[in-house]
């Protein structure tokens, strides 16, 4: 370890390089290769601050006995590498909710994308879900079942698609302790989750009325969808009476996306369903929500998406 080299008129950079030198066959050593510490530092800071929060409210299962299916593994615990979660078996919801004297009754569902091998919970989660809860709007973070994991015996149509529809009915079951209007509740999903979001605004019941789950009672009919970069766009479609659209993606994103959700605007505009799009020209996949990104439109696009709901009549 060697003292590095000193500026003019400041303190020397104590420690501040690791100077390395190899021995060659020829017995004499290379030119030294200096490594910044501060580079290693930076690096080993950026690890150890990638961790969900440590104050999170209380996740609730979405199934009391269990999911369908999942009931043997419900106790299983989740597996959690720095922001992202995986292993999970007993669907929830994390609630996000405003006082009452802050409530606009407008909530949403978030359900975070990770290729349906994990979830990104960190910049698809749960910083979204507190910034519009300051802003009065009700969130709520989907857990789901994942059915990309290595060894999952799970699918998207009949597992995930199953947590995401409970999710709509777990909280219009609960809606008066949340200070939730039942006819404006949406869902939102990034990239794989956008895939949920897009599939619960194609197919929804309004749900048994002789069920006796009371929760089965309720109607898996989003009142408003979001699709931030969603994969498979191939698959959505569009008819009379689906919930009004909010896209946002980037221009540098893959095909399916960056041309995919303009074709799906399309779509909308076809059957006659109110959409919006926002194609970010300067963005690819996967910018999702840090509230301490650099400033850019597609770091503002929550924003956009606020002024649509006013606009639509689904936030006052």
């Given at each position: 370890?060697?003292?590095?080299?000193?500026?003019?008129?400041?303190?020397?950079?104590?420690?501040?390089?690791?100077?390395?030198?190899?021995?060659?066959?020829?017995?004499?050593?290379?030119?030294?290769?200096?490594?910044?510490?501060?580079?290693?530092?930076?690096?080993?800071?950026?690890?150890?601050?990638?961790?969900?929060?440590?104050?999170?409210?209380?996740?609730?299962?979405?199934?009391?006995?269990?999911?369908?299916?999942?009931?043997?593994?419900?106790?299983?615990?989740?597996?959690?590498?720095?922001?992202?979660?995986?292993?999970?078996?007993?669907?929830?919801?994390?609630?996000?909710?405003?006082?009452?004297?802050?409530?606009?009754?407008?909530?949403?569902?978030?359900?975070?994308?990770?290729?349906?091998?994990?979830?990104?919970?960190?910049?698809?989660?749960?910083?979204?879900?507190?910034?519009?809860?300051?802003r009065g709007i009700a969130a709520f973070v989907l857990k789901y079942r994942l059915a990309r994991?290595?060894?999952?015996?799970?699918?998207?149509?009949?597992?995930?698609?199953?947590?995401?529809?409970?999710?709509?009915?777990?909280?219009?079951?609960?809606?008066?302790?949340?200070?939730?209007?039942?006819?404006?509740?949406?869902?939102?999903?990034?990239?794989?989750?956008?895939?949920?979001?897009?599939?619960?605004?194609?197919?929804?019941?309004?749900?048994?009325?002789?069920?006796?789950?009371?929760?089965?009672?309720?109607?898996?009919?989003?009142?408003?969808?979001?699709?931030?970069?969603?994969?498979?766009?191939?698959?959505?479609?569009?008819?009379?009476?689906?919930?009004?659209?909010?896209?946002?993606?980037?221009?540098?994103?893959?095909?399916?996306?960056?041309?995919?959700?303009?074709?799906?605007?399309?779509?909308?505009?076809?059957?006659?369903?109110?959409?919006?799009?926002?194609?970010?020209?300067?963005?690819?996949?996967?910018?999702?929500?840090?509230?301490?990104?650099?400033?850019?439109?597609?770091?503002?696009?929550?924003?956009?998406?606020?002024?649509?709901?006013?606009?639509?009549?689904?936030?006052?």
């Amino acid at each position: 370890m060697k003292r590095g080299r000193e500026t003019s008129g400041s303190r020397p950079f104590v420690n501040q390089a690791i100077i390395s030198r190899e021995l060659r066959p020829s017995g004499r050593y290379s030119r030294p290769m200096i490594r910044p510490l501060f580079a290693l530092f930076t690096l080993q800071s950026a690890v150890l601050a990638a961790e969900l929060p440590k104050n999170l409210p209380q996740a609730i299962p979405l199934w009391e006995n269990g999911a369908p299916g999942s009931e043997a593994r419900k106790t299983e615990a989740e597996q959690v590498e720095g922001t992202n979660v995986c292993n999970i078996h007993n669907p929830t919801l994390t609630p996000f909710v405003p006082a009452a004297d802050k409530a606009s009754g407008t909530a949403v569902i978030i359900c975070p994308g990770g290729g349906h091998s994990k979830l990104c919970l960190g910049h698809e989660g749960y910083a979204l879900a507190e910034w519009f809860k300051e802003r009065g709007i009700a969130a709520f973070v989907l857990k789901y079942r994942l059915a990309r994991e290595k060894g999952s015996t799970y699918t998207i149509q009949d597992h995930a698609m199953a947590d995401a529809r409970r999710a709509i009915r777990l909280i219009r079951s609960r809606a008066d302790e949340w200070h939730v209007k039942t006819d404006r509740l949406g869902i939102l999903g990034f990239s794989a989750g956008g895939e949920l979001a897009a599939f619960a605004a194609m197919k929804n019941d309004p749900g048994q009325k002789d069920a006796a789950d009371p929760i089965e009672r309720q109607s898996s009919r989003p009142d408003f969808q979001a699709l931030i970069y969603p994969g498979t766009s191939g698959l959505f479609n569009a008819e009379k009476g689906m919930p009004p659209l909010f896209i946002a993606a980037g221009y540098s994103d893959r095909p399916d996306i960056s041309e995919g959700m303009a074709t799906l605007y399309l779509k909308y505009k076809a059957a006659g369903v109110k959409a919006e799009m926002h194609m970010y020209a300067n963005a690819g996949h996967g910018f999702g929500y840090r509230p301490d990104a650099k400033p850019s439109a597609a770091a503002r696009w929550p924003e956009r998406f606020t002024e649509w709901l006013i606009d639509s009549g689904l936030l006052k």
